[in-house]
T-cell receptor, first 110, second 114 residues
Framework: RKEVEQDPGPFNVPEGATVAFNCTYSNSASQSFFWYRQDCRKEPKLLMSVYSSGNEDGRFTAQLNRASQYISLLIRDSKLSDSATYLCVFLSGGYQKVTFGTGTKLQVIP | GAVVSQHPSRVICKSGTSVKIECRSLDFQATTMFWYRQFPKQSLMLMATSNEGSKATYEQGVEKDKFLINHASLTLSTLTVTSAHPEDSSFYIC??????????FGSGTRLTVV
């Protein structure tokens, strides 16, 4: 089983739609979880951290399910500017081992 | 906020030459920095962990003699791609993890070897 599995997409959604991505991980020792956003040919940027209790920031909600070993990202009321690749990131090994998902590409269509 | 500055952003070099990429933490000290490589349509792959004042730790399959890493101060790490070949063409990116923040990335360096 891969360390991280993430649907590459692309997810093509109309403006205003709600879209959700999941990312599963195999290392139960993973300690911290993040969602990053990467625009084409740019560096990844931190979108939000992910907690078991859930984390909401405006239109974005992230959730961690430790029992099933996955994290999720929900985007409500999609905007054109949300078009990007979303990477899940896991830290383990005392925060020294970083594992990236392959990214899910989102394309919001007018 | 914590900023990691990386340059150059883009470099084209001839096959066989060496290229140095710099990564600086601007408003924090980074005892550890990370170097990644990203090929088109692929995820970031960790190449090595750079440790201030000591040797870098390389991931399996990464040639330490080809990718020289120097972390001489708490704010600067450099990656030198020696004797570059076209297959080394990639997007190289560094990151650090300031206290209290998630991983912060440099803006990346797009290397093209011709």
């Amino acid at each position: 089983r891969k360390e991280v599995e993430q649907d590459p997409g692309p997810f093509n959604v109309p403006e205003g739609a709600t879209v959700a991505f999941n990312c599963t991980y195999s290392n139960s020792a993973s300690q911290s979880f993040f969602w990053y956003r990467q625009d084409c040919r740019k560096e990844p940027k931190l979108l939000m951290s992910v907690y078991s209790s859930g984390n909401e920031d405006g239109r974005f909600t992230a959730q961690l399910n430790r029992a099933s070993q996955y994290i999720s990202l929900l985007i409500r009321d999609s905007k054109l500017s949300d078009s990007a690749t979303y990477l899940c990131v896991f830290l383990s090994g005392g925060y020294q081992k970083v594992t990236f998902g392959t990214g899910t590409k989102l394309q919001v269509i007018p | 906020g914590a900023v990691v500055s990386q340059h150059p952003s883009r470099v084209i070099c001839k096959s066989g030459t060496s290229v140095k990429i710099e990564c600086r933490s601007l408003d924090f000290q980074a005892t550890t920095m990370f170097w990644y490589r990203q090929f088109p349509k692929q995820s970031l792959m960790l190449m090595a962990t750079s440790n201030e004042g000591s040797k870098a730790t390389y991931e399996q399959g990464v040639e330490k003699d080809k990718f020289l890493i120097n972390h001489a101060s708490l704010t600067l790490s450099t990656l030198t791609v020696t004797s570059a070949h076209p297959e080394d063409s990639s997007f190289y990116i560094c990151s650090a993890r300031p206290e209290g923040y998630g991983y912060t990335f440099g803006s990346g360096t797009r290397l093209t070897v011709v």
